[in-house]
């Protein structure tokens, strides 16, 4: 398996929900397939399937989540030299050129990304488009909707 990119604030959410399944989550399903249990017949028995198919959801997510970190490579953008690139972790503001309307985003691992959150993976076709820009480029990103030509007016390391 490759590594998987991440800044330090991914890294410790993923850590945060494996800790929050093992001690939080596990315990309660085991729970309640015990008390599923003792209802009776098991075949007929909805709430016991359903505690066992969580179960499987929970362990597979832990799995997952396990496999994720044990190929980690943690990026701090906070310890590199800012010198106006865009690279992994960068908080980066573009201007529209067409429509001059600004958009800041921080450029993110596949898990962490969240466009509400202004967080876009860095395999999304933005960041595809800016990732070894500099400051002050103009850059033209391939989108679905069409191709947007941006100005890159601010590059962050947070």
């Keep these: 398996m490759q590594q998987i990119p991440m800044t330090v604030h991914g890294a410790e959410k993923l850590r945060q929900e494996l800790e929050n399944l093992k001690s939080v989550v596990r315990p309660k399903i085991v729970a309640d397939i015990a008390t599923a249990r003792e209802h009776g017949d098991l075949k007929e028995n909805a709430e016991y399937h359903a505690a066992r198919e969580q179960q499987g959801f929970c362990e597979g997510r832990i799995q997952d989540i396990e496999a994720k970190l044990s190929h980690l490579q943690i990026i701090d953008v906070t310890k590199i030299e800012n010198k106006g690139k865009v690279i992994f972790g ?8 067409d429509t001059e309307e600004e958009k800041t985003y921080r450029i993110v691992g596949d898990d962490e990304s969240d466009i509400k959150l202004n967080l876009i993976s860095v395999n999304s076709p933005i960041a595809r488009g800016l990732i070894g820009k500099n400051l002050d480029d103009e850059v033209t990103v391939v989108t679905p909707g069409g191709d947007i030509d941006y100005e890159i007016t601010a590059v962050e390391y947070l």
Excluded: G, H, P, R
């Design 90 to 97: 960068a908080t980066v503001t573009l201007l529209n050129l």
